[in-house]
């Protein structure tokens, strides 16, 4: 089955600890995300990639960075100058980078002790 | 800048209830519209969308039209279930954002809970 997976699904971390969350697509997708949804409110871009070995910031990037070595994965590590880090992480992908739809992973929820 | 309001919730409806959930959104261009659904502790689904002005978008009873004389893209089902009972965000896909992206702008989201 084609799709998106984000692992894990639960994770902890202590402060002043880096963590970083997995995101793997089959679905031959060129473009992939990752947002942050907080409680209550929407999601917000982090960061997006159109292509293997290119990324860029989104609306709220500090604290975080991507790598894209590969067009299948795209991890997120979410570092110690994330003022706030608690929060649900969605990573989506999609066929192309303008225009096409996107699809979502089943997310990771990421708390600091 | 783009911006999508969906009205606040929680609605809470009774099974086989009409529902409405209503999305207004501002942008420049000819954005795409989405409604994607959550369900508790899960990712986003992509319930329906509409590329351009008029089109509607259907998808398991929910129905959707793209209306740009009043930006609007509310959702409706004739007759909800208590299965339907998620949180449902609209979007809109902006056209310009730092050069050629697909960058999704949500709503707040809108919590539904149907009672059987």
């Known amino acids: 089955d084609g799709g998106i997976t984000q692992s894990p699904k639960y994770l902890f971390r202590k402060e002043g600890q880096n963590v970083t969350l997995s995101c793997e697509q089959n679905l031959n997708h060129d473009a992939m995300y990752w947002y942050r949804q907080d409680p209550g409110q929407g999601l917000r871009l982090i960061y997006y990639?159109?292509?293997?070995?290119?990324?860029q910031k989104g609306d709220i990037a500090e604290g975080y960075s991507v790598s894209r070595e590969k067009k299948e994965s795209f991890p997120l590590t979410v570092t110690s100058a994330q003022k706030n880090p608690t929060a649900f992480y969605l990573c989506?992908?999609?066929?192309?980078?303008?225009?096409?739809?996107?699809?979502f992973g089943p997310g990771t929820r990421l708390t600091v002790l | 800048g783009d911006s999508v309001t969906q009205m606040e919730g929680p609605v809470t409806l009774s099974e086989e209830a009409f529902l409405t959930i209503n999305c207004t959104y501002t942008a420049t261009g000819y954005p795409s519209l989405f409604w994607y659904v959550q369900y508790p502790g899960e990712g986003l689904q992509l319930l329906l969308k509409?590329?351009?002005?008029?089109d509607k978008g259907s998808n398991k009873g929910f129905e959707a039209t793209y209306r740009k004389e009043t930006t609007s893209f509310h959702l409706e089902k004739g007759s909800v279930q208590v299965s339907d009972s998620a949180v449902y965000f609209c979007?809109?896909?902006?056209?310009?954002?730092?050069?050629?992206?697909?960058?999704?702008?949500f709503g707040t989201g809108t919590l539904l809970a149907v009672q059987p």
């Open positions: 989506a992908s999609s066929i192309r980078l303008a225009g096409d739809t996107q699809y």
């Open positions: 509409a590329t351009k002005a008029d």
């Open positions: 990639s159109q292509i293997v070995n290119d990324f």
């Open positions: 979007a809109l896909s902006g056209q310009n954002y730092g050069g050629a992206t697909n960058k999704l702008i």
